[in-house]
């Protein structure tokens, strides 16, 4: 099928790419022409895995164009807006970009369009477009319009949207749906070539949900918010965990074997970041409170995260006493490991809290440095996590990047001026790391059981 893709953003370049993968001819628009430029010309204007590879082999294969927003409207049959929703001062998601693409495709388009929403958007922005449409178009044009909202993680998109567990549309016609469908199949029957598995893993079909558009955007800000609350959950834990000698490790493994609690993202630390959770929570709050509902719930969500800025600061205060003129190592500084993207980055709120401090930062990030030194220039950008590390008086691990578990710790404490690790997502093995001299300060009481003997000594 002819589609266009309108954004190319991290959602909307992996939905163009992954679309052109499994088959159909996409046409995708950017408005920003500096990115345009960088696209054409191969470039990636981000890191995400596997995705280079999937956009060169498409468009090798003629199946996946560049090129503006305008050129796009008239390319596909069906089109997917991927443009930004980014949070406004109040936390309302701004919608302005998306009512820009409506005008111009009320504007433009002649024959049949599939309009679909695949931008988070909050619950009733389809019969908003919808309406919208209706005051501009042309009479040339006739439509649906369907939310389909996205699932992808940033580091493992290609992978989430070539396996999904699960494909959502909201939709108010059948033509709609049997549209989608289609476009859908290769996914759904899983007859893809897979760009990640040279033999994919063996996996269940995805189920093909299909709903009203109010419900499917409502499925999509609830889903980030339950795992934002999920995350705050485990970290209150945590907090517990510490003051009353439990070990964090252990009490998740305990909670997450419930099935119907499940084990994933029950990982406590520094909190959640990103172009996400933070906005779609907020989003979520403003849109609750808009119909009459207030989602008290949330708020305490968002400030827990946002309290775990603070606990980590005071961890490395309480080691370091007076911060002015140590030398501080960081490692990591993405909002989470195999992306680039530093928006929201506890690592970074973390940094300029230590700067204020009088601190030095010497910091490593396998992908992330570029972007973070745009956001804080003055810190010591380093080669390696060796680099890094020399002459510090802490080693602070903020995202928990693969490679940080492979470090040789015996080089590593020969350059430290103090063998001290201060691991913000608990990543690395506490006996690894203490076997080779270094003090292991943990979250949520994973040294737990010296705290315990503590505890039962003063006892
Ligand atoms: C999230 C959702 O997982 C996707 O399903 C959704 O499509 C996407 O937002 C979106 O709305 O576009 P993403 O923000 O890329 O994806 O990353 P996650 O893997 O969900 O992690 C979010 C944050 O939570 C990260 O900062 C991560 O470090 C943190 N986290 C995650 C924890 O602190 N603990 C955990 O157990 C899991």
Known sequence: MKISVI?????????????????????????????LHTLQAGVMPFFEPHLEDVIADSRKSG???????????????????????????????????????????????VGYRLIVEKSTVPVQTGAQLR?????????????????????????????????????????????????LREIYLPVIDQKIVCPIHSECPQRKAPRFLVTDTNSSELIKHASNSFLAMKISFINMVSDLCEAAGADISKVAEGIGLDPRIGSSFLQPGIGFGGFCFPKDLQAFVRIAEKFGCDFALLKEVERINQSRVDLL???????????????????????????????????????????????????????????????????????????????????????????????????????????????????????????????????????????????????
């Open 7 to 35: 954004g190319a953003g991290y959602v909307g370049l992996t939905t163009a790419a992954c679309l052109a993968q499994i088959g159909h001819d996409v046409f995708c628009g950017e408005s920003d022409i500096e990115k």
């Open 131 to 179: 309406k919208h449409l209706a005051v501009h178009r042309t009479q040339k044009l006739d439509y649906d319009v369907a939310s389909n909202p996205e699932f992808l993680r940033e580091g493992t998109s290609v992978e989430d949207f070539l396996h999904p567990d699960r494909i959502v549309v909201g939709v108010e016609s059948q033509r709609a749906t049997d549209l």
């Open 313 to 459: 600061v005071e961890k490395i205060k309480k080691e370091l006493w007076v911060l002015r003129n140590k030398k501080i190592c960081v490692w990591g500084l993405a909002f989470k490991p195999n992306t680039d993207d530093v928006r929201f980055a506890p690592a970074l709120s973390i940094i300029r809290r230590l700067l204020a401090e009088g601190a030095h930062i010497q910091a490593y990030d396998p992908e992330a440095m570029d972007k973070a030194r745009k956001e804080i220039p003055e810190v010591a950008y380093c080669q390696d996590v060796y680099e890094a590390a020399r002459g510090a008086e802490a080693i602070v691990l903020l995202t928990e990047w693969e490679e940080f578990r492979k470090v040789d710790w015996t080089h590593l404490s020969t350059v430290v001026e103090r063998a001290l690790i201060i691991d913000g997502r608990n990543t690395l093995s506490r006996d690894d790391v203490t076997t080779h001299g270094f003090q292991y300060v943990g979250i949520g009481g994973v040294s737990g059981a010296p705290q315990m003997s503590a505890i039962l000594a003063n006892g």
């Open 63 to 109: 199946r996946l164009t560049f090129g503006s927003t305008e050129e796009a409207i008239e390319w596909g049959q069906a089109i997917f807006i991927c443009v930004g929703t980014p949070p406004l001062g109040n936390g309302d998601a701004d919608l302005s970009a998306i009512e820009v693409v409506a005008r111009m495709i009320a504007k433009r388009a």
